[in-house]
């Protein structure tokens, strides 16, 4: 059993100065990309840009799952003087921070009713160096500390992302109106709160310019042709998974590419399936700001505990079940009879006269998109430090970022059908049917907890 001095000493990793830095990296990571999606759709149809257009837009979002095409660039290029003053991952950092600086900037001087094409532009550069961003913070923070470490740096960079995430949805959006609340569309609000995003980049590269600079475990081999850089920084990071893990390495790619099947195909029907239940904007988003993200936020710290108490198999078994399990809870929601069956069980340990001043209808959703918020940081800080373990630092960048490529493809595309199964039965067969996807990465992993019993498999240190 933990005692005081024990919970107190599993609680300090936190305070380590390599964990607190990577919530900072986290919040960098994560600032930009609702600029280039929810919050930039937001501005162009104000700005009166019609709904096809912007869904052409969108597609800026296809840079981020592309990362890996130029992600050996990373491990391979070394910039000019920053280099030297920095460091290989600082400087490259540096750059990045910069650069997204300067495209905020420049979309925060343009109006999209004006310019459109420079405003385009602008919005690809910034996913394009947002996007190279993440790979360099993912390969940072792989370097940057062993396995004990791990978790917990991997529960700050999540919640620095996800605080980042409330800044540039929520607070761009607030920070437009207070600049100006009419109903007129006005492009300087707009450019005042990009500016104001501009200037929060200052945490990424506060963090960058005090943190110190990855020991490289392996010599990098510079490329002098198109040759060389192929082999060196695409073949022999892609040839290194089967090398050290054999025919192991299909079923570590197995749980890669299912981990997130359940969330990620589940999660396209969530909002409409709350509309659908008549549910409110205001209701939703309400909920889902304040008790989804602490709880989140709460399951990232609890994860990154249970990775370095539990271990990291364990762990991320306990993560996949929760997944899958939470789906469950969005099935027993679609049912008639749920809120007065939640109103029961709460009666049991909750003042009756505190129960009836309440919506039972907004306590059942609190409940499930607590849960499933909870769940999801739990699996999704797990997951991060098991594509960090499969990483072999001699490749950092160019591994973890096909790893967090390709954990989505299929997902993704499975997502796509979505809607018609909703359509062709109902919510709740679809909420089942996404639990039962969610069996598929959970048998995974008992068969490689299985493997490490019985020492068939041992993860292999890069």
Same mark, same amino acid.
């Given at each position: 059993?933990?005692?005081?001095?024990?919970?107190?000493?599993?609680?300090?990793?936190?305070?380590?100065?390599?964990?607190?830095?990577?919530?900072?990296?986290?919040?960098?990571?994560?600032?930009?990309?609702?600029?280039?999606?929810?919050?930039?759709?937001?501005?162009?149809? $104000?700005?009166?840009?019609?709904?096809?257009?912007?869904?052409?837009?969108?597609?800026?979002?296809? &840079?981020?799952?592309?990362?890996?095409?130029?992600?050996?660039?990373?491990?391979?290029?070394?910039?000019?003087?920053?280099?030297?003053?920095?460091?290989?991952?600082?400087?490259?950092?540096?750059?990045?921070?910069?650069?997204?600086?300067?495209?905020?900037?420049?979309?925060?001087?343009?109006?999209?009713?004006?310019?459109?094409?420079?405003?385009?532009?602008?919005?690809? !550069?910034?996913?394009?160096?947002?996007?190279?961003? *993440?790979?360099? =913070?993912?390969?940072?923070?792989? $370097?940057?500390? *062993? &396995?004990?470490?791990?978790?917990?740096?991997?529960?700050?960079?999540?919640?620095?992302?996800?605080?980042?995430?409330?800044?540039?949805?929520?607070?761009?959006?607030?920070?437009?109106?207070?600049?100006?609340?009419?109903?007129?569309?006005?492009?300087?609000?707009?450019?005042?709160?990009?500016?104001?995003?501009?200037?929060?980049?200052?945490?990424?590269?506060?963090?960058?310019?005090?943190?110190? $600079?990855?020991?490289? %475990?392996?010599?990098?081999?510079?490329?002098?042709?198109?040759?060389?850089?192929?082999?060196?920084?695409?073949?022999?990071?892609?040839?290194?998974?089967?090398?050290?893990?054999?025919?192991?390495?299909?079923?570590?790619?197995?749980?890669?590419?299912?981990?997130?099947?359940? *969330?990620?195909?589940?999660?396209?029907?969530?909002?409409?399936?709350?509309?659908?239940?008549?549910?409110?904007?205001?209701?939703?988003? &309400?909920?889902? %700001?304040?008790?989804? =993200?602490?709880?989140?936020?709460?399951?990232?710290?609890?994860?990154?505990?249970?990775?370095? !108490?539990?271990?990291?198999?364990?762990?991320?078994?306990?993560?996949?079940?929760?997944?899958?399990?939470?789906?469950?809870?969005?099935?027993?929601?679609?049912?008639?009879?749920?809120?007065?069956?939640?109103?029961?069980?709460?009666?049991?340990?909750?003042? $009756?006269?505190?129960?009836?001043?309440?919506?039972?209808?907004?306590?059942?959703?609190?409940?499930?998109?607590?849960?499933?918020?909870?769940?999801?940081?739990?699996?999704?800080?797990?997951?991060?430090?098991?594509?960090?373990?499969?990483?072999?630092?001699?490749?950092?960048?160019?591994?973890?970022?096909?790893?967090?490529?390709?954990?989505?493809?299929?997902?993704?595309?499975?997502?796509?059908?979505?809607?018609?199964?909703?359509?062709?039965?109902?919510?709740?067969?679809?909420?089942?049917?996404?639990?039962?996807? !969610?069996?598929?990465?959970? =048998?995974?992993?008992?068969?490689?907890?299985?493997?490490?019993?019985?020492?068939?498999?041992?993860?292999?240190?890069?």
């Amino acid at each position: 059993m933990l005692t005081l001095p024990t919970t107190l000493q599993t609680l300090s990793i936190y305070l380590n100065p390599r964990v607190l830095f990577m919530g900072l990296f986290g919040f960098s990571s994560g600032l930009p990309i609702l600029l280039v999606f929810s919050t930039l759709s937001f501005w162009l149809r $104000e700005a009166g840009v019609d709904r096809a257009s912007i869904g052409f837009f969108s597609w800026i979002a296809l &840079t981020y799952g592309f990362k890996w095409a130029w992600s050996p660039l990373i491990d391979q290029i070394q910039l000019p003087w920053l280099h030297n003053k920095l460091g290989r991952r600082r400087s490259w950092l540096l750059f990045t921070q910069i650069m997204i600086i300067v495209m905020l900037m420049i979309m925060a001087t343009q109006d999209p009713q004006q310019n459109v094409i420079l405003f385009i532009i602008a919005s690809l !550069g910034l996913a394009l160096f947002s996007a190279t961003q *993440d790979i360099i =913070v993912d390969a940072f923070r792989i $370097e940057s500390a *062993d &396995t004990r470490l791990q978790g917990a740096m991997a529960a700050t960079y999540m919640t620095g992302y996800r605080i980042a995430m409330i800044v540039a949805g929520a607070g761009s959006l607030a920070i437009a109106a207070l600049y100006d609340n009419s109903a007129i569309y006005n492009a300087a609000a707009w450019q005042f709160a990009y500016a104001c995003m501009a200037l929060f980049m200052l945490f990424g590269i506060f963090a960058t310019l005090l943190s110190k $600079e990855p020991i490289a %475990k392996h010599k990098i081999h510079h490329v002098h042709n198109i040759r060389d850089f192929l082999i060196t920084g695409i073949v022999k990071p892609l040839t290194d998974l089967f090398q050290r893990y054999g025919k192991t390495c299909l079923l570590l790619l197995g749980i890669v590419i299912t981990y997130r099947i359940s *969330d990620i195909v589940m999660g396209i029907m969530a909002n409409p399936f709350y509309v659908d239940m008549g549910y409110s904007k205001a209701e939703v988003a &309400t909920v889902a %700001k304040v008790f989804g =993200v602490i709880m989140t936020l709460v399951g990232a710290g609890l994860g990154g505990l249970l990775v370095n !108490g539990l271990g990291l198999l364990s762990t991320l078994l306990l993560g996949g079940v929760l997944a899958a399990l939470t789906n469950v809870l969005f099935h027993w929601m679609a049912g008639s009879m749920a809120t007065s069956q939640l109103m029961t069980m709460l009666a049991l340990i909750l003042p $009756e006269t505190w129960l009836q001043t309440q919506d039972p209808a907004l306590l059942l959703l609190t409940l499930v998109i607590s849960a499933d918020n909870l769940s999801a940081g739990i699996a999704t800080c797990a997951f991060v430090v098991f594509l960090s373990r499969l990483t072999n630092t001699q490749f950092t960048a160019t591994q973890y970022a096909l790893f967090s490529s390709i954990m989505v493809l299929l997902p993704k595309f499975i997502a796509g059908f979505s809607g018609v199964v909703v359509d062709a039965w109902d919510y709740s067969a679809f909420f089942i049917g996404t639990a039962v996807l !969610g069996i598929i990465p959970v =048998v995974f992993i008992v068969i490689l907890v299985y493997m490490q019993m019985t020492k068939r498999f041992k993860w292999i240190e890069s």
